[in-house]
């Protein structure tokens, strides 16, 4: 793909907020974009190099499939239905433990988690 159309598509989802879209094109073409920087817009370079920090560090980001269960315990969490929460709990364990996965808890999803003793109250 040209480096401009794949700039002006990138350029194109996340002014759209497509940040997944933005995402996939960004981490297939992570190098080349690194050395063309100055043909994203501020957001997309935003984008860039927080994929960038996120993989120096050596996490990878949330899945889809991740980020919707996080919706539900927030959505759980806002009907105040404990059940909901402990049945998605009980079956992704590991998804409370990453910290950035927190970053997307709402207060009410963050205090029953916390009372229930399935994260750290420093969160």
């Not at 063309?36 to 499939?65: C, I, S, V, W, Y």
């Not at 049945?87 to 992704?92: G, R």
Request: net charge negative.
């Amino acid at each position: 793909m040209n480096l401009e159309v794949l700039t002006a598509k990138i350029n194109k989802y996340v002014g759209e907020m497509e940040l997944a879209t933005a995402r996939v094109y960004i981490e297939e073409n992570v190098e080349i974009l690194n050395e063309h920087k100055n043909m994203l817009n501020k957001n997309a370079r935003e984008l860039l190099d927080f994929l960038l920090e996120l993989q120096a560090d050596g996490g990878q980001p949330l899945t889809r499939k991740e980020m919707a269960i996080i919706n539900a315990i927030n959505t759980y969490a806002n009907k105040f239905d404990v059940r909901g929460i402990k049945m998605l709990v009980k079956d992704n364990p590991n998804l409370l433990l990453r910290p950035d996965a927190l970053a997307y808890l709402n207060s009410d999803a963050k205090t029953i988690l916390q009372g229930m003793g399935a994260i750290s109250r420093e969160q």
